[in-house]
């Protein structure tokens, strides 16, 4: 029997594997372009995490920096120098990119995510190996050259140490918003006791009038109802303060174009503010606050097995609640308005029209949220307040004789 299949010819092989490489060919294309694309795409969490982390230098608009002094101590000796020193332009969207930065010390130092790293030459010329390999895997093939640099590469990064952090006493924007606060802060109260003595039994006047219904509440709805009369004025001087900074503080990161600062959505200085708290509770604990921890009355030996571990930890948790919940509310705040600004420029990524049309709404929603931000920014400052208030009261309170009534 004659079979009725019928070999392929030269001609019609040839077609087919044209076929296949003009598909092979467009795939790729499609698959560089999208590759491409991928680079050049707005992407909201660098973005959102680009402003509200603490840098070395000030963010104003656009590609528009202020750098910070850089102050690093290694090796027994002091850097000190400009952070533009790291600057090395800007990427697709407007970012500095940075690059390793030799100090007169002889010391090279990089900035990777705005942590300073002491690095060793042997690791720079590494990296500079590294991106000449990518850059001939990109524009040759890979033939002997390309596997032994990227062979020497890896055995210099193996042999490398490891990066060293340097003791960082940088002035970064936390710490230089934290600076401008503080000199805000010593200008208020200071005009405000040469008022209260010049102007002793008149009506308050400016910067008097302004503060004197303020100083007034903290003292009589946060001070006095949580310590009592007598040692209200003992403890009103750090309510006041601590109040006013995070005030201050939450206030100057709402403002636009001045950097977008997030001072107390900073963990370092929030766990500084819970820090002094926590010493000053400690330091003005009483007998009866400490006989309540360690062995609380009336309370089975069974019982005080369980409760006795808990206060302990309760200690330590109530100023560890006070630094969370406040640099929580700050930062959500802030991510909350860069999403809707991210999601105005992710549509308009895809088209003009959904760009404008989401815009409106973000936008409107976005001038809601910063009127919310004005009234979170009072009530944290008032609730951290109000909260260190209630932990002096309750390490200064007095025995009431709780047995001698039984």
């Given at each position: 029997?004659?079979?009725?299949?019928k070999p392929i010819s030269n001609k019609a092989f040839r077609s087919f594997v044209k076929v296949v490489f003009c598909v092979f060919m467009f795939a790729f294309s499609l698959s560089a372009s999208a590759s491409h694309e991928e680079e050049n795409t707005f992407k909201p969490g660098e973005m959102i995490m680009h402003h509200i982390a603490d840098a070395h230098?000030?963010?104003?608009?656009g590609s528009i920096y202020i750098p910070l002094p850089v102050i690093l101590w290694h090796d027994g000796h002091l850097d000190v120098f400009s952070a533009s020193k790291f600057w090395d332009g800007f990427d697709a969207h407007g970012h500095l990119k940075f690059k390793p930065y030799t100090a007169s010390s002889g010391t090279t130092y990089e900035n990777h995510?705005?942590?300073?790293?002491?690095?060793?030459?042997?690791?720079?010329?590494?990296?500079?190996?590294?991106?000449?390999?990518?850059?001939?895997?990109?524009?040759?093939?890979?033939?002997?050259?390309?596997?032994?640099?990227?062979?020497?590469?890896?055995?210099?990064?193996?042999?490398?140490?490891?990066?060293?952090?340097?003791?960082?006493?940088?002035?970064?924007?936390?710490?230089?918003?934290?600076?401008?606060?503080?000199?805000?802060?010593?200008?208020?109260?200071?005009?405000?006791?040469?008022?209260?003595?010049?102007?002793?039994?008149?009506?308050?006047?400016?910067?008097?009038?302004?503060?004197?219904?303020?100083?007034?509440?903290?003292?009589?709805?946060?001070?006095?109802?949580?310590?009592?009369?007598?040692?209200?004025?003992?403890?009103?001087?750090?309510?006041?303060?601590?109040?006013?900074?995070?005030?201050?503080?939450?206030?100057?990161?709402?403002?636009?174009?001045?950097?977008?600062?997030?001072?107390?959505?900073?963990?370092?200085?929030?766990?500084?503010?819970?820090?002094?708290?926590?010493?000053?509770?400690?330091?003005?604990?009483?007998?009866?606050?400490?006989?309540?921890?360690?062995?609380?009355?009336?309370?089975?030996?069974?019982?005080?097995?369980?409760?006795?571990?808990?206060?302990?930890?309760?200690?330590?948790?109530?100023?560890?609640?006070?630094?969370?919940?406040?640099?929580?509310?700050?930062?959500?705040?802030?991510?909350?308005?860069?999403?809707?600004?991210?999601?105005?420029?992710?549509?308009?990524?895809?088209?003009?029209?959904?760009?404008?049309?989401?815009?409106?709404?973000?936008?409107?929603?976005?001038?809601?949220?910063?009127?919310?931000?004005?009234?979170?920014?009072?009530?944290?400052?008032?609730?951290?307040?109000?909260?260190?208030?209630?932990?002096?009261?309750?390490?200064?309170?007095?025995?009431?004789?709780?047995?001698?009534?039984?």
């Open positions: 029997m004659k079979s009725s299949l230098q000030i963010h104003i608009v995510h705005e942590i300073i790293e002491v690095i060793n030459p042997s690791e720079h010329v590494a990296h500079e190996d590294h991106q000449i390999a990518e850059g001939l895997e990109h524009t040759t093939t890979k033939d002997t050259l390309v596997e032994d640099i990227v062979a020497e590469e890896k055995i210099i990064q193996e042999e490398a140490a490891h990066h060293v952090l340097p003791t960082d006493f940088s002035i970064t924007k936390s710490v230089f918003g934290m600076l401008m606060i503080m000199a805000i802060l010593v200008w208020m109260f200071v005009s405000v006791a040469k008022a209260y003595n010049k102007r002793n039994g008149q009506a308050p006047k400016g910067m008097q009038n302004l503060l004197e219904p303020l100083i007034l509440f903290i003292r009589d709805e946060v001070a006095i109802p949580s310590l009592g009369k007598k040692k209200a004025g003992r403890y009103l001087p750090f309510l006041l303060t601590v109040f006013f900074f995070i005030w201050l503080c939450n206030i100057l990161g709402l403002i636009p174009f001045i950097g977008g600062f997030n001072i107390t959505g900073t963990l370092a200085i929030t766990l500084v503010l819970a820090t002094i708290v926590f010493l000053i509770t400690t330091f003005s604990g009483n007998k009866h606050y400490w006989g309540h921890i360690f062995w609380p009355p009336g309370v089975p030996i069974f019982v005080k097995v369980i409760l006795v571990p808990i206060e302990i930890m309760s200690i330590f948790i109530k100023p560890a609640v006070l630094m969370i919940r406040l640099t929580a509310n700050i930062t959500a705040g802030h991510i909350i308005i860069l999403a809707f600004v991210s999601l105005v420029l992710l549509f308009g990524q895809s088209s003009a029209v959904a760009g404008y049309s989401v815009g409106i709404g973000a936008v409107l929603f976005m001038v809601f949220m910063f009127f919310i931000e004005l009234l979170v920014a009072f009530l944290q400052a008032y609730v951290f307040t109000l909260l260190a208030a209630l932990y002096f009261g309750d390490a200064t309170q007095e025995h009431h004789h709780e047995e001698a009534h039984h």
